[in-house]
């Protein structure tokens, strides 16, 4: 790769220290330098001028579901569109379900909704370990770098006969040994799910345990916790109470016990009736970050999130399919509670909108919303979730819009964003086909130009530390995420006059962002003007 010099840029380092002209001296994999403007400017075998231009670190997507891509060989495909919004590394294996371990266990369980949403394509599974799924990792050559957690679920699949609920002693220890395994093999912490199948009926006791497990090595937790919004399935609906409160609370009594190192994951506010809810969940985490428990939390700047057909569908419906689909009783008595729940929540049917329908036959389908989706074919909205269910087999893929606010009102999704202890990611589905979520597009061009430009939510250089030096921090990555002599040659060239999104615009998805010109992974240029470089991976596998 020889020598680089990128001189005259506007050089943000990823501490939050204000920016200054500079010059970034790379050679091979690594920054070999970082000077101010006016001190003289080395040879270098290749030099760029980036005048006008900001240099930053690589972005990092500390809530990534790239993993369930990252094995397949031709993985550039769905990904490239992280690179070209600035994504040099991503922590994968979130919501408490990852690709690995993998036993004969684990097959048993490949009917679970939370696998068939994650996998567009199905997986050949040739690992067991966590040691061998990194290692197949690394003969794939990933398009960026990637840190991988190891989740509850894909634990409890994989060690336990126990499909729900409590675990046997024996079983719950074999949990924990597979576990210490994962750590040791190069996870790079633990996450749940709680708010699936089985994290939710997972006991506290159970929890705690995992949790000691990541403490005892250093590594941090993440959670999805139990609920996301006011009223959920997962409690019963006579506690009186917000449920994405309670859950919140009981997470953080668990960290509090356990002292492990706990992160919120996506720390979203799901329902019109909900978002009123967030001021007390930020002071809930700022009282125990005030007595000493080491808490912070991420979020995306988008108001929909990605999700199945049957999330919105209660647990006794879906335990009774295909039965139920033409069950006059049943379909009665689903038709009440999902006109109450959507009260309670503040939710209405086209706040849904098809991201994947799941069928080459039914593209045509994809970003529609569920009363365009009626429209279409004459029928109800209700009658439309359940046709989509019935025909996809509960793998079409949906956005679900509300998610702490909506156009024109995201006063709580601005509160959350703009909190010192909020990380960025894009929580996105990297599909090959169907409508992309906007966060897999530009999640972090928009946080730039949007939250940052126009909105001045917070700086530049802060908001530049929360995505790549902090993140790197959180999960124990140590030479990336800063411009600094030593540090992996991670770099991002953008225009911070017109960095953004390039939004969606009904049914017509995300583009690629505006203002990230050029883009390096440990050296090597993957992004020249914009756009992905074909044929080039030069991401490796990170083991903390």
């Known amino acids: 790769m020889g020598t680089l010099l990128l001189k005259n840029g506007k050089i943000i380092d990823g501490s939050g220290t204000p920016s200054f002209e500079g ?23 290749n030099v760029m001028d980036a005048s006008g231009m900001a240099v930053s670190p690589g972005f990092i997507d500390m809530h990534s579901h790239s993993d369930w891509a990252l094995p397949h060989p031709d993985h550039d495909i769905p990904l490239k569109s992280l690179p070209e919004q600035g994504v040099t590394t991503v922590v994968g294996g979130n919501c408490g379900f990852s690709p690995a371990p993998f036993t004969e266990r684990s097959r048993r369980t490949m009917d679970s909704e939370h696998f068939n949403l994650m996998i567009d394509r199905p997986l050949e599974f040739r690992w067991h370990s966590f040691g061998e799924f990194l290692q197949h990792i690394e003969s794939m050559r990933p398009i960026v770098n990637c840190a991988f957690l190891v989740g509850h679920a894909s634990i409890r699949f994989g060690a336990a006969d126990t499909r729900r609920g409590t675990l046997p002693a024996h079983e719950l220890a074999q949990c924990r040994e597979l576990l210490q395994t994962a750590l040791e093999e190069g996870a790079c912490g633990l996450s749940f799910g709680l708010g699936y199948d089985p994290g ?36 019963s609906p006579l506690y009186p109470k917000a449920h994405n409160v309670r859950a919140l ?25 909900s978002w009123s809810t967030a001021e007390k969940s930020l002071e809930m985490i700022e009282e125990r970050q005030h007595r000493g428990l080491d808490v912070m939390f991420d979020a995306f700047p988008y108001t929909c999130g990605n999700t199945t057909i049957n999330a919105i569908l209660p647990y006794w419906f879906l335990a009774r399919l295909p039965e139920a689909y033409s069950s006059p009783l049943a379909r009665t008595r689903l038709r009440a509670e999902l006109a109450l729940g959507f009260r309670l929540v503040g939710f209405f049917y086209r706040d849904l909108q098809v991201m994947d329908a799941g069928s080459n ?125 030593g540090m992996a040659a991670d770099i991002v060239m953008f225009d911070p006059e017109t960095i953004d999104e390039s939004p969606p615009e009904g049914a017509k998805p995300a583009g690629r962002p505006k203002g990230i010109c050029h883009v390096w992974i440990n050296g090597a240029q993957v992004v020249r003007e914009g756009q992905y470089m074909d044929g080039v991976r030069s991401g490796q596998v990170i083991r903390p």
Not at 212 to 227: N, R
Not at 363 to 389: C, Q, T, Y
Request: net charge positive; hydrophobic share 40%; charged share 25%.
């Open 23 to 45: 010059h970034v001296l790379v050679d091979g994999d690594q920054i070999v330098d970082i000077l101010k403007a006016g001190e003289a400017l080395p040879d270098a075998d």
């Open 200 to 235: 939710m009926y997972s006991p506290v006791s159970e929890l705690e345990a995992f949790c000691s497990t990541a403490e005892t090595v250093g590594k941090p937790v993440t959670v999805h916790i139990k609920a996301l919004s006011r009223i959920s399935p997962t409690y």
């Open 249 to 273: 609370r009981e997470i953080l009594d668990i960290a509090g016990r356990t002292g492990v190192r706990l992160q919120i994951s996506h720390l979203i506010f799901v329902g019109r009736r």
């Open 361 to 485: 036959e039914w593209a045509s389908l994809n970003g529609m919303r569920v009363d365009e989706l009626a429209r279409h074919w004459r029928i109800s909205p209700f009658d439309a979730i359940l046709k989509l269910s019935r025909v996809i087999g509960g793998s079409a893929v949906m956005l679900l819009h509300t998610y702490s606010g909506e156009p024109g009102n995201e006063r709580v999704l601005e509160r959350v964003l703009a909190h010192g202890s909020c990380l960025f990611e894009t929580d996105a589905l990297h599909r090959y086909g169907g409508y992309p979520n906007p966060a897999a597009m530009g999640a972090f061009p928009k946080l730039l130009g949007d939250y940052v430009r126009k909105r001045r939510l917070i700086s530049l250089e802060t908001a530049v530390k929360r995505m790549t030096s902090v993140s790197a921090e959180r999960f124990n990555i140590k030479n990336r995420g800063m411009l600094a002599k």
